[in-house]
């Protein structure tokens, strides 16, 4: 090779490498960006190095920090307010409480609707902090106000009675919270949860771990709420109290708006109400129709993005049953169906005729409706275990040492410590040993989670009945029958175990439905199943209000005093303890039926990675098979 042909060559190598570093920077930014889809704020591509994991998630979990530290800081000390400034009794301040709580755990399904439908998560978040703010500054007023609340009664008994422009104005500012409630919880967990690809090996893994610690902070919003804000609303003045607590919902909404740039956004797809309703609609025109023996016969759209075809709930395959005459369904094959449904129409209507896919997406969610109904008695015994134990806890000896009394919300510190305690010792050392045992990679399936939370739901029941026992012989002791008011020589720390045991069946119930209905609903539903969960507590909400007022109706026939009457010690909830108890039992044997029954969704990976904590680095991980 001569001199000039060796300097030419020299001259064209940086030419070649120009010409190949835009292509390996094109391929390592399409290696980069998330594959599941996700876009930032501008709709644009968004990039694992850059966005979504553990750092926009301590976004999302502080401003759930923050809204549960809100919520519960009415909700816990709202039937002390009811009782000791609205004057109303136990009855009718225990089923008010329900019937709030009720509604706050129901209107979620709605927001999860409305984010789905019209806004998208993000925005239905933004937007309905403003609305939790407008209200929680309505109650601020309605609780300062000397004219917005009746005249103290130090008796409390024959007390004046809120009027009705009184009650209206506070009842209206709380079911206003709810709303705001409706729009923001569905949508942060699933904001949340977006966060973590499930096709990225590393982030899968994250994912397993996501629900536990959210709900820890969930457990640190209550903690603050029970520890600081209730102690203000009984000690200073509820309108400081209820100032701070817009203070923070304000304050939570800024924490969310700043961790934007770094969020992934899921493609608005529509709501899952309307695809769940189109199926059933076009299985019910086509009542008549037969079901056929050939799944070759049923329409879909998408071959590349398709959910295998069950034999469960043959009725719905009608909806994916095009309307054509077909003589012999055994010989007709998929491609055959396509090809002459086009040329038959070029438009599809989707209320006459559904994919496979979204047939099958029906179908989970049906699949999930026994366990759902079968969970209700579990959040009803949790919390009227919850609502009960705080009006047994005001009649008591609040002393803490010789200058201090605990407010009686506060006893909810023993749920919500303990909680927080125990989560991180499931998750680190409680499922690698069972994870031994049983070769699931959750260490036990979702529903014996749930399970064991309702064992233990049901034994808090029981503890609570003792306890109840305990208190009424000293009731009687010391002739305390007819005097309400005055502190009964028992000590509040008798109410700890009940708690205690109400921390630990949080952490395997609560927690496991939540992973539960979010991980078995269909991929473009799980706001829907998130939705689920929050439904699920709030028609137990409403169930407890039934149930108290068949009680107080029953209890009471033939002119017997009943169980739950205004006067606390003069309450039978030693046998109301144990009712609720048995009928724990019964909803328990009926829930391992239907769990007994339940097919789990199938998943596309074969293995599932070890959890990983956010508190410690990810180290490559062993994949051994997801046991379900």
């Given at each position: 090779m001569s001199k000039q042909d060796h300097h030419q060559q020299q001259q064209q190598q940086p030419l070649l490498s120009e010409q190949?570093?835009?292509?390996?920077?094109?391929?390592?930014?399409?290696?980069?960006?998330?594959?599941?889809?996700?876009?930032?704020?501008?709709?644009?591509?968004?990039?694992?190095?850059?966005s979504g994991r553990w750092k926009a998630v301590?976004?999302?979990?502080?401003?759930?920090?923050?809204?549960?530290?809100?919520?519960?800081?009415?909700?816990?000390?709202?039937?002390?307010?009811?009782?000791?400034?609205?004057?109303?009794?136990?009855?009718?301040?225990?089923?008010?409480?329900?019937?709030?709580?009720?509604?706050?755990?129901?209107?979620?399904?709605?927001?999860?609707?409305?984010?789905?439908?019209?806004?998208?998560?993000?925005?239905?978040?933004?937007?309905?902090?403003?609305?939790?703010?407008?209200?929680?500054?309505?109650?601020t007023l309605s609780v300062t106000l000397p004219s917005m609340r009746p005249s103290p009664c130090l008796e409390q008994m024959n007390c004046e009675p809120a009027s009705r422009l009184q009650a209206g104005f506070f009842f209206g500012c709380l079911y206003l919270v709810s709303i705001g409630v409706g729009g923001m919880k569905p949508c942060l967990s699933t904001c949340g949860a977006d966060q973590f690809n499930e096709e990225n090996v590393e982030e899968n893994a994250m994912k397993h771990s996501f629900f536990n610690y959210w709900w820890l902070s969930i457990c640190g919003g209550s903690t603050i709420a029970l520890t600081?804000?209730?102690?203000?609303?009984?000690?200073?003045?509820?309108?400081?109290?209820?100032?701070?607590?817009?203070?923070?919902?304000?304050?939570?909404?800024?924490?969310?708006?700043?961790?934007?740039?770094?969020?992934?956004?899921?493609?608005?797809?529509?709501?899952?109400?309307?695809?769940?309703?189109?199926?059933?609609?076009?299985?019910?025109?086509?009542?008549?129709?037969?079901?056929?023996?050939?799944?070759?016969?049923?329409?879909?759209?998408?071959?590349d993005k398709t959910i295998p075809h069950t034999n469960t709930c043959r009725f719905l395959d009608k909806a994916a049953m095009p309307t054509m005459r077909i003589e012999d369904h055994s010989m007709v094959s998929q491609a055959n169906v396509i090809e002459v449904f086009e040329h038959e129409s070029s438009f599809i209507n989707p209320w006459h005729l559904c994919s496979v896919t979204q047939v099958e997406e029906v179908k989970l969610l049906v699949r999930l409706m026994p366990i759902w109904l079968s969970s209700l008695v579990y959040i009803?015994?949790?919390?009227?275990?919850?609502?009960?134990?705080?009006?047994?806890?005001?009649?008591?000896?609040?002393s803490t040492g010789p200058y201090f009394k605990i407010p009686p919300a506060s006893l909810e510190l023993f749920t919500t410590i303990t909680a927080m305690v125990f989560i991180p010792l499931y998750d680190i050392y409680l499922v690698p040993l069972m994870r031994r045992f049983t070769g699931d990679q959750r260490g036990c399936t979702l529903l014996q989670r749930i399970g064991i939370g309702f064992i233990i739901a049901i034994l808090a029941m029981i503890v609570a009945a003792l306890v109840e026992v305990k208190r009424l012989k000293v009731v009687q002791d010391y002739e305390m029958e007819n005097n309400p008011s005055a502190t009964i020589p028992m000590s509040v720390y008798w109410l700890a175990p009940q708690y205690i045991l109400?921390?630990?069946?949080?952490?395997?119930?609560?927690?496991?439905?939540?992973?539960?209905?979010?991980?078995?609903?269909?991929?473009?539903?799980?706001?829907?199943?998130?939705?689920?969960?929050?439904?699920?507590?709030?028609?137990?909400?409403?169930?407890?209000?039934?149930?108290?007022?068949?009680?107080?109706?029953?209890?009471?026939?033939?002119?017997?005093?009943?169980?739950?009457?205004?006067?606390?010690?003069?309450?039978?909830l030693d046998l109301f303890y144990g009712f609720l108890a048995s009928l724990g039992y019964i909803g328990f044997l009926v829930y391992l039926l239907v769990a007994h029954w339940y097919t789990y969704k199938k998943t596309s990976n074969s293995s599932t990675p070890n959890f990983t904590s956010p508190f410690k680095k990810l180290s490559t991980p062993e994949l051994a098979p997801l046991v379900v």
């Open positions: 190949l570093n835009p292509i390996v920077e094109q391929s390592l930014e399409e290696d980069d960006v998330v594959g599941d889809g996700s876009v930032d704020i501008r709709g644009r591509p968004s990039k694992t190095s850059t301590y976004f999302i979990m502080a401003t759930e920090f923050l809204e549960r530290l809100v919520y519960y800081g009415i909700g816990f000390n709202l039937l002390t307010y009811l009782v000791d400034v609205l004057h109303e009794d136990t009855a009718q301040s225990v089923s008010n409480l329900n019937n709030w709580q009720g509604m706050s755990w129901i209107l979620p399904l709605f927001g999860a609707f409305v984010a789905d439908e019209f806004l998208g998560r993000y925005t239905t978040i933004v937007v309905s902090g403003f609305i939790y703010i407008l209200a929680l500054v309505g109650l600081g804000l209730v102690y203000v609303e009984d000690r200073v003045s509820w309108g400081w109290g209820y100032g701070l607590l817009a203070l923070s919902l304000l304050l939570a909404l800024g924490v969310f708006l700043a961790g934007t740039p770094w969020y992934r956004h899921k493609h608005q797809v529509g709501s899952p109400l309307r695809e769940v309703t189109q199926v059933l609609v076009a299985a019910i025109r086509k009542w008549h129709v037969p079901i056929p023996s050939n799944p070759c016969i049923l329409h879909e759209v998408d071959c009803m015994l949790f919390t009227l275990l919850s609502t009960i134990s705080l009006r047994q806890g005001m009649s008591l000896d609040l109400s921390g630990i069946s949080q952490v395997f119930g609560f927690m496991g439905q939540l992973e539960f209905f979010y991980d078995q609903a269909p991929d473009n539903m799980q706001t829907l199943g998130t939705a689920l969960f929050t439904t699920s507590a709030g028609i137990a909400h409403f169930l407890n209000t039934m149930l108290l007022n068949l009680i107080v109706v029953a209890t009471t026939q033939g002119g017997h005093q009943g169980w739950i009457v205004a006067n606390i010690n003069k309450c039978r």
